[in-house]
Structure formats: structure tokens, C-alpha cells
Nanobody
Framework: QVRLEEFGGGSVQAGDSLRLSCVVSGYTFSIGKCMGWFRQAPGKKREGVASIYTDDSSTDYSDSVKGRFTVSQNDARDTVYLQMTNLKPEDGATYYC????????????????????WGQGTLVNVSS
């Protein structure tokens, strides 16, 4: 059974940086998968933040974080990171990682439903 677990959330001030990690277990890492980072703030809809396709490390970002966030993976392809810089109060949310193994790319990742697995989320607070 695939399991995702996020780490690295916390409380920071505007302008600070934070790195989130998503550890994947129970999966054959040689098989490519789309990994997505999402976030949801109280009272708001879930928003896709970034994605990475593990076979070729191709990435994509939402306009709201482009240029400030970087998604990457480790060599073993069992951990995905979200490096967040120049954080803003509006970045405060619970961040989730998700895995989708149905397709050999992350095309249209932010619009997908039916992701195979989700993590439990990690909370990021950004104070002004």
C-alpha cells in the first residue's frame, strides 16, 4: 500500500524560507509517477502548487508560487521536496503531497481527480 508522509511545516515570518518533504513508501520507485504538492487554507479551495514527474524530473508550478517555490526529488526517487522561499502570508495553509501513477506524465496535474494516495498534510503558517 502506497503511503505518503509530509514533514517540514512550521511557523515563519514573511520573507523566510521553508522546505517541505514528502516521503513515499510502499511503491516501486523505478516506475514513474506524478507527484503533486497541494495546499488548502481554511475556508478556501484546495490549490495545486507544484508537480514533478519522477522519470524525467519535469516540473510545473502554479502562477502564485512560480519563481519562489522549487519542487525536486532525491536520487532514490522516494522523497519529494518543496523548497519555499520569500514566503508570503497568503502562502499559509496545510500542504499535502499526492501521488498519481496512472499516466506517464504530469499533464493537467492540477485538474486531476482520483490521485492514488495523499499524505496527511503539514501546516505552514506565515506571519507578516
Amino acid at each position: 500500500q502506497v503511503r505518503l508522509e509530509e514533514f517540514g511545516g512550521g511557523s515563519v515570518q514573511a520573507g523566510d524560507s521553508l522546505r517541505l518533504s514528502c516521503v513515499v513508501s510502499g511503491y516501486t520507485f523505478s516506475i514513474g509517477k506524478c507527484m503533486g504538492w497541494f495546499r488548502q487554507a481554511p475556508g478556501k479551495k484546495r490549490e495545486g502548487v507544484a508537480s514533478i514527474y519522477t522519470d524525467d524530473s519535469s516540473t510545473d508550478y502554479s502562477d502564485s508560487v512560480k519563481g519562489r517555490f522549487t519542487v525536486s526529488q532525491n536520487d532514490a526517487r522516494d522523497t519529494v521536496y518543496l523548497q519555499m522561499t520569500n514566503l508570503k502570508p497568503e502562502d499559509g495553509a496545510t500542504y499535502y503531497c499526492a501521488l498519481d501513477r496512472r499516466f506517464r506524465s504530469c499533464v493537467e496535474w492540477s485538474r486531476r481527480t482520483g490521485w492514488d494516495a495523499w499524505g496527511q498534510g503539514t501546516l505552514v503558517n506565515v506571519s507578516s
